[in-house]
């Protein structure tokens, strides 16, 4: 394995991150931040681990990620996916776990946009006969 650090987008509703891996001891930084320390108290570790704890590979990268968009558990899911996204770019032999546990597909789900006439998407006014 090489030294040079293996770069990846991850998305996710209106987050994006860009997620660069390289051989290391698995520390993890967001943000120039430690993980810990960006992601406050929210508890999002197993979430983070778990590209890792598929392919077999945990404590062997060290992780960093700069996020911007989408809030803090939605930038989570666009880590995972740039990490999963970067691991199969570094060894083609992973995609086949990461693509059965649905790490590398991306969640297309996102906020439906507001219609005129309409209060939201698809909440209307309320009707009143007379």
Known sequence: ??????????KRKT?????????????FSVNKQSFDNYFGGIFFE????????VTETANKFDV???VKGGGKSAQVDA???????????????????????GLLTRDPRCKERKKYGLR??????QFSKR
């Open 1 to 10: 394995m090489s030294q040079e650090p293996i770069y990846a987008t991850g």
């Open 15 to 27: 987050a994006v991150a860009r997620v660069w891996i390289k051989p290391g001891s698995g520390k």
């Open 46 to 53: 197993p979430k983070i681990a778990r590209p890792f704890s």
């Open 64 to 66: 960093t990620a700069t």
């Open 79 to 101: 880590i995972v996916h740039g990490i999963s996204k970067a691991l199969q770019d570094m060894d083609g032999e992973l995609r086949h776990s990461l693509k059965k546990a």
């Open 120 to 125: 939201g998407a698809r909440a209307r006014f």
